[in-house]
């Protein structure tokens, strides 16, 4: 799968082969769905919170007598079906939403998400290098960090300003982070940090084409070194002879 390569001055450059292993992947719907709802859920930081009877102040009394009033029985003031009182089950703020989720499951969520967004076409490529013979035009974004120079940029690309616009970069870039932050619906990431929810909820993805080497490095990397072990462990297995029940049988001294 390819994808479209443009320098910083809009122009089409070419074209750029994407790792199949990140952007070429069966998509697993279940597990997308399953990994966003995690990292929602360990975002949550519960605010509501309500008494129970023991945190609320109030008086200990019994309001009136058991019998012979003709009303309902009551308590202390401080019970949940009287007003003022506490609240039976409701919202705390000591909830705890965490999820956990297995590393491979987490990668093979996030390879599904890119590739949903590969095969839609949402992905394109930034060159932030100078093209020849228009010196310094190309180095304009990188070297000023100015909004207005950001977005002449969002306006060559093929994206949609407006919509949200999530930049992959490779490493920390004080002038491309300083001339993006101020755009509306535009993000910018590392690639080590590739999520579901940034590359589902993106309209577009750009991403600069060092930042594809940095998450090929990142994410299939160690996959290929899991592969390989359970390759040498399979083949080991293979060429392992085991004794069977009647030579080991056999051998016995008794």
């Known amino acids: 799968m390819t994808i479209d390569v443009y320098t910083s001055t809009g122009a089409k450059k070419g074209t750029m082969e994407l790792p199949p292993m990140l952007f070429d992947v069966e998509v697993n719907t279940g597990l997308m769905h399953e990994a966003l709802v995690r990292q929602q859920s360990n975002r949550r930081n519960p605010i509501a919170h309500v008494k129970t009877r023991s945190e609320v102040i109030a008086s200990t009394k019994k309001l009136y007598q058991q019998k012979g009033t003709g009303r309902a029985r009551r308590g202390s003031a401080s019970a949940n079906l009287l007003k003022g009182g506490a609240k039976a089950f409701g919202p705390r703020n000591e909830r705890n939403f965490t999820k956990n989720m297995p590393r491979a499951m987490r990668r093979n969520a996030l390879f599904s998400c ?141």
């Open 114 to 254: 890119l590739t949903t967004s590969a095969r839609a076409g949402r992905i394109i490529g930034l060159d932030p290098t100078a093209p020849a013979g228009s010196a310094g035009q190309g180095e304009g974004l990188l070297a000023t960090g100015k909004t207005k120079d950001f977005v002449a940029l969002l306006v060559k690309l093929p994206v949609s300003p407006g919509r949200k616009i999530v930049f992959v970069l490779p490493s920390h870039s004080e002038a491309l982070e300083r001339g993006a932050r101020n755009v509306p619906g535009v993000k910018t990431i590392l690639a080590q940090y590739l999520n579901p929810e940034d590359v589902l909820g993106a309209h577009h993805l750009v991403f600069l084409v060092e930042a594809i080497k940095v998450a090929e490095e990142t994410f299939a990397r160690k996959r290929r070194g899991i592969r390989r072990e359970e390759e040498e462990e399979k083949n080991g297995k293979k060429g392992v002879r085991t004794p069977s029940k009647a030579s080991s049988s056999s051998s016995h001294p008794l």
